[in-house]
């Protein structure tokens, strides 16, 4: 069992950036693969980025290709996600998930969510 623990999401202006963090509890973490997906009211869940933790290789949507930067930190277990240039099509739930290798951003392989953070970006 893997739980996740986002946080640092909350409300910015367009062109403004965020943080948001993801805590993995779980000492294999480092075997995984991690996601940030998100979904707006209304609409799809859309993958955002992923991660292969032990290699790093990384994957990016295109809608944020550029903007964000998705990168993990081994010694404290924890998955970030920068977000930069931020737009008010941004604005959206943002969750972390996890699932055992190989990676893909195909939400409904993903076996372990977090609870979501609100991101909300003003024009």
């Known amino acids: 069992q893997v739980q996740l623990v986002e946080s640092g999401g909350g409300s910015v202006q367009a062109g403004g950036s965020l943080r948001l963090s993801c805590a993995a509890s779980?000492?294999?973490?480092?075997?995984?693969?991690m996601g940030w997906f998100r979904q707006a009211p209304g609409k799809e869940r859309e993958g955002v980025a992923h991660?292969?933790?032990?290699?790093?290789?990384?994957y990016y949507g295109d809608s944020v290709k550029g903007r964000f930067t998705i990168s993990q930190d081994n010694a404290k277990n924890t998955l970030y996600l920068q977000m930069n240039s931020l737009k008010p099509e941004d604005t959206a739930m943002y969750y972390c998930?996890?699932?055992?290798?190989?990676?893909?951003?195909?939400?409904?392989?993903?076996?372990?969510w977090g609870q979501g953070t609100q991101v909300t970006v003003s024009s």
């Open positions: 779980r000492y294999s973490y480092s075997t995984y693969c």
């Open positions: 991660i292969a933790i032990r290699g790093g290789n990384t």
């Open positions: 998930a996890a699932v055992l290798p190989p990676c893909a951003m195909v939400g409904g392989r993903y076996e372990y």
